[in-house]
Nanobody
Framework: QVLLVESGGGLVQAGGSLRLSCAAS???????MGWFRQAPGKEREFVAA????????YYADSMKGRFTISRDSAKNPVYLQMNSLKPEDSAVYYC??????????????????????WGQGTQVTVSS
């Protein structure tokens, strides 16, 4: 069992920045950690993924250049640094953990069903 707890969400003006954190506890070994987001009335969408050690990352095309997923080591939280935020980035952001042996750019890592554990989510609201 892996417990994931997100933090760092809040209200920010367009163009601003936020850093989300995801702390993992319990049986913490997994292969990948991912960030997803879900806006009202929309499906949960992939944002970014990182290998358990933090050495490999992958981003959804629309997030490249603005969002950065990072992790110093397998024992540290996973971060999502979000810059140049737009109102359309407003959503609940979820951290998730997967136990798959796949390349970081595998399409499977962009699917919610491939992740075994999820956090409770943290709200990000970007005002215009």
């Amino acid at each position: 069992q892996v417990l994931l707890v997100e933090s760092g969400g809040g209200l920010v003006q367009a163009g601003g920045s936020l850093r989300l954190s995801c702390a993992a506890s319990g049986r913490t070994f997994s292969s990948y950690m991912g960030w997803f987001r879900q806006a009202p009335g929309k499906e949960r969408e992939f944002v970014a993924a990182i290998s358990w050690s933090g050495g490999n990352t992958y981003y959804a095309d629309s997030m490249k250049g603005r969002f950065t997923i990072s992790r110093d080591s397998a024992k540290n939280p996973v971060y999502l640094q979000m810059n140049s935020l737009k109102p359309e980035d407003s959503a609940v952001y979820y951290c998730a953990a997967a136990s798959l042996i796949l390349p970081i750019d595998s399409p499977r890592l962009r699917r919610t069903g491939e992740y075994n554990y999820w956090g409770q989510g943290t709200q990000v609201t970007v005002s215009s």
